[in-house]
C-alpha cells in the first residue's frame, strides 16, 4: 500500500515538473511561428522579392567623431617688448598680414640711448685696447718688451671684446642696428617685431600704454597652419593609424579633408576617448579660424566580412532583422547586428548562429515584414 502511494506521488511530482517545460516550448513554437511568413509563387513574382546568399565583401567603414581646429604652439604667437618703455606707435591693425621679423610697433625709453651710448663707448675702448695690445705685441717681437706688460694688455684687450660683443647682443635683441650705433647715430625708441608670419588676432595696448616686459601687445595666428583635433572613443582607437584619410564639415557645411598625423598616447578620464591630430589638406580659398567646430568621418582601412543589401535588412521594436529563406515559399524573421555601410550593401552579425549557406530575401523586405505587422494587429 506505501509503495503504490509512492508510486502515484512520483507520477506527481514529474507531471507538475514537466508542466513548466512544455509551456516554455510550446510559447519559444509559438514566437517561431508568428516570425514566420508564407507567399504563394505569384506573390513573390508580383511584389519583386529576391532571394540570394550571404555574400563576402570589402568594406571600408568610418569612425564619425567631433573636435575644433586648431593651432600648434608654433604657429601661434603673444607679442612682447623686450625692454620697458611706453607704446610710441601701433604699425599693424586687427586683421592685417604680417611676415615675420616685421615692426608692428616701437616702443620708447630713455634706457635704450643708454644701452648706445654704452656700447659706443664699448667700441671706442675695444679700438684702444686693440692697439695697445698690437703695439706690445710689436715690442716683444723687437726684444724690448716686458712680458708683464703684454699680458695686462691682452687681458685688457679680451675685456673690451667681451663687454663690446655683449652690449653688441642686447642691442641686436631689441632691433636696434649696432654698426648704426657705432658710427653715432642713435635711436630714442626700439621696434618690436613679428616673431611668425600670419594675422594680427588681437591688439591689447594702445598709444601711449606703458610696456614691461611681462606685458603682452598683440597675437599674431599662422591660420595657414591649423590643424583639427578631434576626441576619439576607445572601442575605436585600434582601427585609426597614421595617415588615414578624413572627410570634415565645419558648421556652415564648407568641406575638408585630411589625413591622420597622430594619436595621443592616453585616454582622457572622463570622456574615455583620445585626442586625433588631423592635418588639412585642402583649405584653398575657405576661412578657417581657431576653435571652428568640426565634425570629422575617420575613412578606416577596408575588411571582409558578411554583407547583404541595404533592401534586405528591416527594422521593428528598434531592432534590426533580415528575412532568411526556409524554402522557396517560406520565410522567418531573424535578428541581426549591423556594423559598417557603404555603396548599398551593409555588414550583419546574426544574434543566433544560422549556417554560412543560408540564403536570405535581398530585396523588398519590407513586404514581408508588413505582412508580420498586419497580422499582429489582427490578433
Do not use: W
Not at 108 to 127: G, P, S
Amino acid at each position: 500500500m506505501k509503495k503504490a502511494i509512492y508510486y502515484i506521488f512520483a507520477l506527481c511530482l514529474a507531471a507538475c515538473n514537466g508542466a513548466p517545460k512544455q509551456a516554455e516550448d510550446e510559447q519559444e513554437e509559438s514566437d517561431a511561428q508568428e516570425n514566420i511568413v508564407e507567399l504563394t509563387d505569384q506573390q513573390i513574382s508580383t511584389v519583386g522579392i529576391k532571394i540570394g546568399e550571404i555574400e563576402r565583401r570589402q568594406l571600408s567603414g568610418t569612425i564619425n567623431a567631433t573636435g575644433t581646429l586648431k593651432l600648434s604652439p608654433q604657429n601661434r604667437a603673444e607679442v612682447s617688448s623686450l625692454v620697458s618703455g611706453v607704446a610710441k606707435n601701433i604699425l599693424v591693425k586687427e586683421g592685417q598680414a604680417v611676415r615675420q621679423g616685421q615692426i608692428v610697433a616701437m616702443v620708447e625709453n630713455t634706457e635704450i640711448v643708454a644701452l648706445q651710448k654704452d656700447y659706443l663707448v664699448a667700441t671706442r675702448q675695444l679700438a684702444l685696447a686693440k692697439q695697445t695690445l698690437q703695439r706690445q705685441q710689436e715690442i716683444r717681437d723687437q726684444g724690448a718688451g716686458v712680458e708683464k706688460n703684454l699680458q695686462q694688455a691682452q687681458a685688457e684687450y679680451d675685456m673690451a671684446a667681451a663687454t663690446e660683443q655683449g652690449l653688441r647682443i642686447q642691442l641686436e635683441q631689441i632691433g636696434i642696428s649696432s654698426s648704426q650705433v657705432a658710427e653715432g647715430k642713435f635711436s630714442n625708441s626700439a621696434p618690436i617685431c613679428a616673431p611668425i608670419t600670419g594675422i594680427v588676432g588681437e591688439i591689447l595696448i594702445s598709444t601711449g600704454s606703458y610696456l614691461s616686459s611681462e606685458t603682452i601687445l598683440m597675437k599674431i595666428y599662422d591660420n595657414k597652419s591649423l590643424h583639427a583635433d578631434v576626441n576619439v572613443f576607445e572601442t575605436d582607437i585600434s582601427r585609426i593609424h597614421v595617415g588615414q584619410e578624413v572627410s570634415m564639415q565645419l558648421s556652415d557645411n564648407e568641406s575638408l579633408t585630411g589625413k591622420v598625423s597622430f594619436i595621443t598616447a592616453t585616454l582622457d578620464d572622463k570622456s574615455k576617448s583620445a585626442l586625433v591630430h588631423i592635418d588639412i589638406l585642402s583649405a584653398e580659398g575657405k576661412t578657417l579660424l581657431p576653435n571652428m567646430f568640426v565634425s570629422a568621418a575617420i575613412h578606416c582601412d577596408n575588411q571582409t566580412c558578411d554583407a547583404v543589401p541595404d533592401e534586405a535588412i528591416v527594422m521593428s521594436a528598434n531592432r534590426k532583422y533580415v528575412f532568411v529563406s526556409l524554402d522557396s515559399n517560406t520565410f522567418r524573421k531573424q535578428e541581426v547586428v549591423t556594423g559598417i555601410s557603404q555603396q548599398g550593401y551593409t555588414q550583419i552579425t546574426f544574434t543566433d548562429e544560422v549556417p554560412q549557406s543560408t540564403k536570405i530575401v535581398t530585396a523588398k523586405a519590407f513586404y514581408l515584414e508588413s505582412i508580420l505587422a498586419d497580422h499582429g494587429e489582427e490578433e
